[in-house]
């Protein structure tokens, strides 16, 4: 598939200015191309014949053909093109002109000359109609066209942006979960975990009968319906069968997720600082040991460079709990940290009574298995901390953990080497171990399109990083990504602020 995918939603778009004297000036000439940016913007809301003077005296569009009416699932008699003419951003438009749109195929590129024609909204979806047959030109085949990765919750907000362009969902999954035999025919909720959008397969389209994934990128074009005179609601329509790229048929479900920390309490920061977690199951960690692994890459942690032993690197770059005493029930928060259990530092509230997996005096205790007692766990200078969740309780360069979040991205964190080296990720709603797009192995952080980092807090002021989201159990996986909240908090803070509102759920 000749296409290119655009990983930014805003490109940078370049002007240039030209100076002259007065009455030197030798004039210019207005193009015949009116980018589909400008075209679409004519439309106020009612039908409108497209003439010179509202196109800013041009009189034709160009642009690439990205509709494929061989899967049978693009509405009927539409030619989808789009162009990047207009601020380095990507915009389409949808041509009615009959049987004869099935005639074009994606690659093709094309000037019609929309002059005397009609700028209409017609079943929801804004085109250009009533063309002479010899409007269009098709100047060549076989190019490459770009299709843009956009999260489901800019298709929901911004409808008319995204109608007509080829996009891409990636990391789609299915609510509910596909059971064993379900196919893609039908409409159904299709969620990347910024949004729920409609997937439209018709039930004559030459792929109907396919076995619907649990987790795929999503290639198709955006139509919009109208379900209100100003309201516009976006469905997606697959092109045809190949526009499905299966990343995963297996569910897998965490039993431990990351749902907040405070790296810097008010005040000194040795044995206050804490992890808190949520269990997905109910857990017995007698039964079922797990560890908690905090890396510090400030410039002064020993060894310096890259780390040679992964997560288990130890000495001053990572430190381990071991999780091996008392019970977690399913839905339930847990904390790891020093044994001050105060929710921001010295004289702050008592946090005693909330159920500790392990506390001790990081300060004069090395940690379980490796890394060197400290006065602060996470880096304090503005270069990466990070956390991570394992099950069991051997952690070297090897393992994988089953959570994992990063803070920010300075330091010596990752080298292709030979050999790789760096901290191991987990599939998350944060990082892929393989590249979701180039679909290429990247197990680490910074490598490939693991670069995603939570942002650095102020120093010394007692930040909780609340990481809010919504996973589901049904589905086995993140429907709301967790994002950051610098949640400040007092001296006086209750618990209720770090498991209340805003804070991650079950579903």
């Not at 003439?51 to 008699?77: Q, R």
């Not at 195929?105 to 079943?123: W, Y």
């Not at 004559?204 to 994934?213: G, I």
């Amino acid at each position: 598939m000749k296409k290119i995918i655009l990983y930014s939603l805003f490109l940078l778009s370049l002007a240039s200015l030209w100076g002259c004297k007065k009455d030197n000036y030798p004039g210019g000439e207005i193009s015949a191309y009116l980018p589909i940016y400008d075209l679409k913007n004519i439309h106020k809301g009612q039908d409108v014949t497209l003439t010179k003077e509202n196109m800013l005296g041009s009189t034709s569009i160009t642009g690439m053909v990205v509709s494929d009416h061989s899967g049978g699932n693009l509405p009927e008699g539409l030619l989808v093109i789009q162009d990047i003419r207009r601020l380095g951003l990507l915009r389409g438009i949808s041509v009615s002109i009959g049987a004869d749109a099935a005639n074009y195929k994606p690659g093709d590129s094309v000037v019609i000359k929309v002059e005397g024609a009609m700028l209409k909204r017609k079943e929801g979806i804004l085109q250009i109609t009533d063309l002479p047959a010899n409007a269009i030109t098709k100047v060549s085949s076989g190019n490459s066209y770009l299709a843009l990765r956009v999260p489901i919750s800019l298709m929901l907000t911004k409808p008319k942006d995204y109608e007509s362009v080829l996009s891409v969902v990636v990391k789609g999954g299915f609510d509910p979960l596909p059971a064993s035999g379900d196919v893609l025919a039908g409409d159904k909720v299709l969620n990347d975990g910024f949004g729920n959008i409609t997937l439209h397969t018709a039930a004559n389209a030459t792929f109907a009968n396919t076995p619907a994934p649990v987790l795929a990128n999503f290639y198709g074009i955006v139509f919009n319906t109208v379900v209100s005179k100003d309201s516009l609601v976006p469905r997606f329509h697959l092109r045809r069968g190949n526009d499905v790229v299966v990343l995963s048929s297996v569910i897998e479900i965490p039993p431990v997720i990351i749902t907040g920390f405070i790296s810097d309490v008010k005040g000194a920061d040795g044995n206050y600082e804490y992890i808190q977690m949520m269990a997905t199951k109910d857990i017995n960690f007698a039964a079922t040991p797990f560890s908690v692994v905090v890396t510090n890459n400030a410039n002064a942690s020993n060894p310096s460079g890259y780390p040679a032993n992964g997560w288990g690197t130890g000495n001053q770059r990572t430190f381990k709990f071991n999780l091996t005493t008392g019970t977690a029930a399913k839905g339930t928060y847990f904390y790891v940290g020093g044994t001050g259990k105060m929710i921001n530092g010295s004289g702050s509230t008592s946090m005693s009574s909330s159920n500790w997996i392990r506390a001790f005096n990081y300060t004069t205790t090395d940690g379980d298995g490796f890394g060197a007692k400290t006065g602060g766990l996470f880096a304090n200078s503005g270069n990466a901390s990070g956390l991570a969740v394992f099950e069991g309780t051997t952690v070297d360069a090897s393992t994988k953990p089953v959570d994992v979040i990063f803070v920010s991205n300075g330091g010596s964190l990752y080298t292709p080497g030979p050999p790789a080296v760096g901290y191991k990720i987990a599939n998350n709603d944060w990082y892929d171990v393989k590249n979701p797009i180039t679909l290429e192995d990247q197990p680490f952080y910074r490598q490939g399109s693991n670069t995603l980092c939570l942002g650095y807090a102020t120093a010394d002021q007692g930040y909780f990083n609340l990481l809010g989201g919504e996973y589901n159990m049904a589905l086995g996986r993140w429907t709301k990504a967790r994002t950051q909240t610098n949640f400040l908090l007092t001296k006086q803070s209750p618990i209720t602020e770090i498991e209340g509102e805003g804070a991650t759920k079950l579903k």
